[in-house]
């Protein structure tokens, strides 16, 4: 009998392996469907940092850049254009993994403007927009959880969109996301439509919370302090996952499960490690439980694939060891709720500027092609 490997072993505990990347010539290549056939990738996330790499590195999207130069396509829409060509291609390359799964997995996501955080209607409209033209049951449709975007959630929602909730920090913010999907799938079902067909996954990003906290711990410098490094990302994280169990066990939450939703699973975004002291495999195995996605770059989905130590399922257990450490830290001074408003706002900032070398990118390409 051969032995499992520990991405394997990863989706034996009940965790969902999605990609976070995506390239027209990862698609074309078959390096996508390998990563399906090898390292148990069930998913695959984007956003505009994703999509301005790939567009730089631009080969495989010359002849559509020529075919749009020529037709003297508008900057925004040619990459509106580009990009969901590439999640619809993807999109089909996990339809049989969306369809063994009843809509579990096999799914990609897709990222509305991030300028448009802010702004609730206009992220309503562009949700619907990007449904309708990837024209895919398993896409899911990115928003920010900024206070507008919860109002973005639930009317995306409620029009029967699947959607990812990204930029989530605070675990009271989560609370709002959940709310926010609970109140969407209720207005669906006052719609009519079939719950059982709307999915979601809420994006709670790890990394960055220990890059900002560390930071400030290493300015406090103290041994007390130093001894807390890189513990906040993953203890919010396993909090996060006490706050999906409560709050999909209330009675608002089983009722709707009752008659057809789905739970709004949570996912781990920027899993990736960016302090070298660390195991680069931190945040993958120290987060396995069931029901939970995790979104890696291809350098933590090898690693983890190469080295992980998966010792089953790690949140359990863990929620009054990790209200210490977040205790701990605020005690010295550190204020939870100013760095993960922060992180927020920085957040939706380097989407903007990874939006903007986008445009920077095709415009430029598309000029190159007339």
């Not at 090898?302 to 089953?312: E, L, P, S, V, Y």
Request: overall charge negative.
């Amino acid at each position: 009998m051969t032995e499992s490997t520990p991405t394997q072993q990863l989706s034996d505990v009940g965790v969902s392996i999605w990609l976070d990347d995506l390239s027209r010539e990862r698609i074309s290549s078959g390096g996508l469907q390998k990563l399906i056939d090898e390292k148990n990738v069930v998913g695959v996330t984007t956003n505009p940092t994703i999509f301005a790499a790939a567009l730089a590195k631009g080969e495989s999207y010359a002849e559509q850049v020529s075919v749009l130069a020529k037709a003297n396509t508008d900057v925004t829409t040619a990459v509106f254009e580009i990009t969901t060509d590439d999640v619809a291609a993807a999109s089909d390359i996990f339809k049989p993994i969306y369809d063994a799964t009843a809509g579990f997995d096999g799914r990609v996501s897709i990222e509305v403007e991030p300028g448009l955080a802010h702004d609730a209607q206009g992220t309503i409209e562009q949700a619907k927009a990007l449904y309708a033209k990837v024209d895919r049951e398993n896409v899911l449709i990115k928003i920010p959880a900024t206070v507008e975007g919860l109002e973005a959630i639930t009317e995306t929602i409620a029009a029967g969109i699947s959607v990812n909730v990204t930029l989530i920090f605070s675990l009271e913010r989560y609370r709002d996301v959940i709310n926010a999907y609970l109140t969407g799938l209720e207005k669906a079902k006052e719609a009519g439509l079939d719950l059982s067909k709307i999915h979601s996954v809420a994006s709670f990003f790890v990394s960055r919370v220990d890059t900002e906290i560390d930071k400030r711990l290493v300015a406090i410098g103290t041994d007390e302090a130093l001894a807390l490094k890189s513990k906040a990302g993953v203890a919010n994280a396993q909090l996060a996952y006490e706050v999906y169990e409560q709050a999909f066990d209330t009675e608002r939450a089983k009722y709707l499960q009752g008659v057809g939703a789905n739970k709004q699973r949570p996912l781990w975004a920027s899993t990736g490690v960016k302090d070298p002291s660390v195991p680069d495999t931190t945040y993958v195995v120290e987060l396995a439980a069931p029901e939970v996605v995790n979104t890696m770059p291809e350098k933590t989905l090898d690693a983890t694939f190469d080295h992980g130590k998966i010792r089953g399922n790690t949140i359990d257990g863990s929620y009054l060891e990790a209200n210490k450490v977040l205790d701990a830290i605020g005690a010295l001074g550190i204020s939870y709720a100013e760095v993960t408003e922060l992180l927020e706002k920085e957040g939706v900032e380097k989407f903007i500027v990874s939006w903007n070398e986008l445009l920077d990118t095709v415009t430029a390409a598309l000029e190159e092609a007339k």
